[in-house]
C-alpha cells in the first residue's frame, strides 16, 4: 500500500475533536459539531492538481459529486462537505478521497485501479478551508451509527507507505489560531466564505436542506433579514414617520412650519437608528481554532 499524495499531513485521524469545543468556537461557527469524536480520516496538505494515487487496488464505487443526503449513500459522505470526491472499494476496507478537484476523474465507476494508478487530482472543494485531501477508512462489516461513524486511522494501514514512496510524509508545521477579523485579507475572508465551505452551506440552507443547523453562515439569511435590514431602514422609516406626522397636522388646520417639520422628521430618524443599534449585539468575536 501506498500513500494517496506525497505531502504533508495537516491534520491526523482523531484530531480535533469539536464535542467539547464551546460554541464561540470556529470550527463549531463554521461547521456545527460536525466530528465529535475527532477527525475521521487523515489530511494531506496538498496543492490542487495534486496526482492522487489509489493506497491498493481495487474497484471504484463512485466519483464525482455526490447527490441526496448523507443517510442515502452506504458510507454515510455527507455530498455537500466530501465535495467532488471518490469512494473505492480496496478490499479489505473502503477508501474514501475527499476534497477533490471539480472534474478532475481520470476514470469512471465501476473500473478497476491498481496501486499507485493516478485516478483524480486533489483540489478543495466541498466542506474545505485549504487545498487538502482528505482520506478516510471504512473497514469489512463498519458500523456508521457508532465512534467516528465507523470509520478507521488509516495510518496503520499505510504504516509502511513512507518508505515506498519517493518522498516522506511528514507533520505539517502547526499553525497558529489568529483572529479572521483583525489579521485576515479580503481576499482570505472571500475564499473561505464563496470558495470554501461558505459558499456550500449557505446554497443548502436556501435549500432548506439543514445539513449545518445554527452555523454562523447558516443564520446568515436570518441574521440579515431580524437585524441587519431593520438597523439600515431605520433612518428611513423614521423620516417617513415624522414626515407624515406632519403632513395631519397641515391638513388638520395647522401652520405650515418647514423648521418644525425638519426638526421632527430628524428626531424621528435619530430615534429609529439609536432603536435599531441597541437591538443588536456587537459582541460577537469568531476565532479560527482549527481547519479541516
Known sequence: MIHPVAAAISQRFGDNPTRSLPASSWLIQTFGNYQPDGHTGIDYACDPGTAVRAVAAGTVLHIG?????????PWWIVPSFAGYCAVIDHGSFIGIYGHCQDGSAKVSKDARVSEGQVFILSGNTGGSTGPHLHF??????????????????????????IQTQSASVTPAPAVQPKEWDEMASKEEIAAVTWGGP??????????????????????????????????ALAPLQGAVAGLVGALKAVTAGEAFDEAKLLA?????AEAGVKNAIESIDTTVTIKQ???Q
Open 264 to 268: 421632527g422628521v430628524q428626531a424621528a
Open 198 to 231: 461558505g459558499g456550500t452551506m449557505i446554497h443548502n440552507y436556501r435549500l432548506g436542506r439543514g445539513e449545518y443547523p445554527q452555523t454562523t453562515l447558516g443564520a446568515l439569511e436570518g441574521r440579515i433579514q431580524n437585524e441587519i435590514l431593520p438597523a
Open 136 to 161: 478516510e477508512a471504512l473497514p469489512d462489516g463498519w458500523v456508521l451509527n457508532s465512534k467516528y461513524y465507523g470509520r478507521i486511522d488509516p495510518a496503520p494501514l499505510l504504516s509502511a507507505a
Open 65 to 73: 459529486w455526490m447527490s441526496g443526503t448523507y443517510e442515502q449513500n
Open 289 to 291: 481554532e482549527g481547519a
